[in-house]
């Protein structure tokens, strides 16, 4: 079996994920730019294949199960990107020779993916302050590095942090905010230090929707340390944040369109917004004998 492996020309690790394909062999290798990575897995779904590989961060991963889910070709993942999220997740090593030989011998699992409108994501969506971090994080990312780039935008957004007005309705209830920020992420998620953001193992399948209720940006920064030592189940009682676990939400603001994130990156949707839950979706190439948890 030859397997079908799509290289993001784009990614920093991109020679490294090309040597260790052709040193492991039985890969029929693309390097392709970011702009055509979708195209080019269309084209070759047409030939049915059992799995495919791609080699890139989370957006190239995102890409590739815009493409696959729902059908019967299964996600072998390559990791290439900063932080490697959904792969780390679900067990893939960021050793691009390991990951090579899993993608050959490894098992098939599921995972969930969720929706913002149309748009799939894999990870996490945010409203609110966190899209002006996402942009100038970006920004600051080409002359500093991705992490001081990550430290001055967490700064500028506390110094310059807005709440924005909305309607949040989970499981037909209706609640209106005025918030600084909102995170939506697949699967429970952990709110304790060393693991703060990590999925939960084992954990629910579900959107973990996250509203922080305080406005002052101080009084923010206190309540994001205060989730991280005490968990989510003590700060879902506190007044500056609510916790929901459901299959979907809706978000409603004023105004038609908006820009949110989406597994960092940033799109522009339309009014009402609304978000679901599509479990197991995803077919994925996981280590031999792994037990996977689509949350």
Known sequence: MVIPA???????????????????????IHVVP????????????????ARIVVAGGDGSVATAARVLCGTGTALAVLPGGTLNHFARDHGIP??????????????VGRADVAYADDRLFLNTSSVGAYVAYVRMRNRAE???????????????????M????????????????STPVVFIGVGERETRSPTLGNRVAGG??????????????ARLLVV?????????KKMAQTPELDSFMADSCTIRMGGRRHH???????????MPLRYHLSKDALGIVVPADAVVTAA
């Open 224 to 232: 994001a340390l205060d989730a991280a030592t005490r968990g989510i």
């Open 260 to 270: 949110i994130a989406i597994d960092g990156e940033i799109v522009e949707v339309g």
């Open 142 to 160: 080409r002359y500093v590095g991705y992490r001081i780039a990550s430290l001055l935008a967490a700064l500028r957004m506390f110094i310059s």
């Open 34 to 49: 970011p702009k055509e990575l979708e195209s080019s897995i269309r084209s070759e779904m047409a030939s049915g294949p």
């Open 94 to 107: 960021v050793d691009e020779r390991e990951a090579a030989t899993i993608a050959i011998n490894g098992d």
């Open 6 to 28: 799509f290289v993001n020309d784009a990614a920093g690790t991109a020679p490294a994920a090309k040597r260790a394909l052709e040193e492991t062999g039985g890969f029929e």
């Open 204 to 217: 629910r399948q579900c959107l973990h929707i996250i509203v922080v209720r305080e406005r002052r940006a």
């Open 162 to 177: 807005r709440p924005v007005a909305l309607e949040l309705e989970v499981e037909g209830e209706r609640r209106s905010y």
